[in-house]
């Protein structure tokens, strides 16, 4: 039929070119395309933490004088995770008794836990929750469960939600699958896998990380039947767990050993820190910590290589991004201020993480020179030195091939036109 008619002929071979430039067009969308959906995939892939905000519980349940090691333990703690980010408001301490005012101390208003006390753990910037006889079994599965009274203020409750991941600490006297709060009762370990259930059920945590250090600690996660749940002690069944040193002046054991080796680990950790809870636990040595620390993670999800540190002990968040801003629009510095100021921060963080990013954004300090863009967005850096936003090079690669069909395609088109 073509060669009756030479004029069509001559038409579909001019068409040929054409319709290879047009295929070549619709792969290179459809490989560009795919390289952004696999940049995002990978983004949100399983092994990144779905957490929002991060919180603290840290419990010493020893009083008297000396027991001093177990409150600066707790003040270790304290002073790491406020380090990493997470906010006061997002922190709840419990210590029943207050050795910095205690009439014994050489040091008044002061907690060391080295024998050179080159660091004051108590300072000047401490907020204790719970005090004196106030910590009890009680209060501290209360806390957990969220059955409180509607008279207790909102400086003593966990406001966790599904997306908060929740780190407890523990330290104290115990033993065989229990531990002493101030030599008058003793918590167990069914009392603590009942409430870390009563957590899930409730949608109060989405990971949680629980610490303990105390004689036979690790009987104390025994009974956890809980999900989503990384648990570690300082010590096995039968097993002491050991003070690491005294201080003459102070009279008595300044920290227990194995928190002394945790805390040693955190001092080269800062908000953004790739280090995961593999490493943490691959440091544990029992030439250094006299002691078998365990760790059971048959509950947790995500493996431990993938689980960075900071996903428990700091602040750092995930971050949704969510359309424009009628910010944008303003160009008046001045008056994008007094938007911004009469504006609710629900209405641009949502409403389910607006105090955990702003604890973590305020944070007074920032590790490693590390700026605020960086903490905010977390432990990656996923921006280029102008500002902007850095493309998969796959995906840069097949624009500009789609853009140079796109070229090819109109300067053809025009010889056509032309003949």
């Known amino acids: 039929m073509l060669l009756l008619f030479p004029s069509l002929t001559r038409c579909w071979l001019r068409l040929v070119p054409f319709l290879f430039l047009l295929c070549t067009l619709c792969v290179n969308y459809a490989q560009a395309d795919s390289a952004h959906e696999d940049a995002a995939r990978s983004f949100f892939a399983d092994k990144r933490s779905a957490h929002t905000n991060n919180w603290a519980v840290l419990v010493c349940a020893s009083r008297y004088w000396f027991n001093y090691r177990h409150m600066a333990n707790a003040l270790g703690m304290y002073r790491t995770v406020k380090r990493l980010g997470i906010p006061d408001s997002n922190i709840i301490l419990m210590l029943p008794d207050d050795m910095a005012c205690n009439a014994r101390n050489s040091f008044p208003g002061s907690v060391y836990a080295a024998s050179g006390r080159r660091l004051d753990l108590y300072g000047d910037n401490i907020e204790v929750d719970y005090r004196g006889y106030e910590v009890t079994v009680e209060n501290f599965i209360r806390l957990l469960t969220g059955r409180m009274d509607n008279a207790v203020p909102r400086s003593k409750r966990l406001l966790t939600d599904a997306r908060s991941n929740v780190f407890v600490y523990m330290t104290g006297h115990g033993g065989n699958e229990f531990l002493k709060f101030q030599d008058n009762e003793e918590i167990s370990a069914f009392d ?8 899930w059920q409730k949608k ?7 610490m303990i250090d105390t004689c036979q600690a690790n009987t104390m996660y025994s009974k956890i039947y809980s999900p989503n749940i990384l648990a570690t002690g300082s010590s096995e069944l039968d097993e002491s767990s050991l003070s690491h040193e005294n201080d003459n002046d102070i009279g008595v054991a300044v920290i227990d050993s194995y928190t002394h080796h945790v805390l040693q680990f955190m001092e080269g950790i800062n908000k953004t820190s790739h280090a995961s809870m593999q490493d943490f636990f691959n440091t544990y040595d029992y030439d250094k910590i006299r002691s ?14 993938d689980t960075r540190v900071t996903n428990f002990f700091g602040g750092v968040a995930q971050v949704e991004i969510l359309g424009p801003s009628p910010l944008d629009d303003v160009s008046d510095p001045t008056e994008q201020g007094s938007m911004s100021a009469n504006r609710p921060a629900e209405a641009v963080l949502g409403d389910d993480s607006v105090a955990a990013r702003a604890g973590s954004l305020s944070s007074p300090t920032h590790a490693s020179g590390a700026s605020p863009k960086d903490e905010y967005l977390g432990t990656e850096n996923l921006w280029d030195d102008e500002g902007h936003e850095d493309e998969p090079a796959p995906a840069r690669w097949g624009v ?12 053809l088109l025009g010889s056509v036109a032309v003949r």
């Not at 603590?192 to 957590?199: L, P, R, S, Y």
């Not at 078998?292 to 290589?305: I, Q």
């Open 400 to 411: 500009l091939r789609a853009w140079t069909g796109v070229a090819l395609l109109g300067a």
């Open 204 to 210: 109060r945590y989405n990971e949680l990380f629980f």
């Open 192 to 199: 603590i896998a009942d409430a870390f259930e009563q957590m």
């Open 292 to 305: 078998h620390a365990g760790v059971r993670d048959d509950l947790f999800k995500r493996a431990l290589s």
